[in-house]
């Protein structure tokens, strides 16, 4: 069993900037794959950036140059940096992670609770 904690999430003004981040706990043997996306009202969740475990990174084309994702495998936790945020950036954020888990040895999709991202203009 793994859990996911979301936090950072906030109001603020457009040009702001935000952290998010997301700590899994558990039975956790290791973490391929972790990455945010988001959801607003009426539309389907997207992708917003990811991280795999070699470090390689994707991101959106609506945020490059203004987000970053980070991870620190020590604390299983996944970082979102936002900078220059837009009010389109509004939205839900959900954390993602893949995990192999103990004892079993088998792979997991695994959804973090969501943190509401609001940018006033």
């Known amino acids: 069993q793994v859990q996911l904690v979301e936090s950072g999430g906030g109001l603020v003004q457009a040009g702001g900037s935000l952290r998010l981040f997301c700590a899994a706990s558990g039975s956790i043997i290791r973490i391929s794959f972790m990455g945010w996306y988001r959801q607003a009202p009426g539309k389907q969740r997207e992708l917003v950036a990811s991280?795999?475990?070699?470090?390689?990174?994707n991101y959106a084309d609506s945020v490059k140059g203004r987000f970053t994702i980070s991870r620190d495998d020590a604390k299983n936790t996944v970082y979102l940096q936002m900078n220059s945020l837009k009010p389109e950036d509004t939205s839900v954020y959900y954390c993602k992670v893949v995990v192999t888990t103990t004892p079993d040895y088998r792979t997991y999709n695994y959804w973090g609770q969501g943190t509401q991202v609001t940018v006033s203009s």
């Open positions: 991280i795999t475990s070699g470090g390689s990174t």
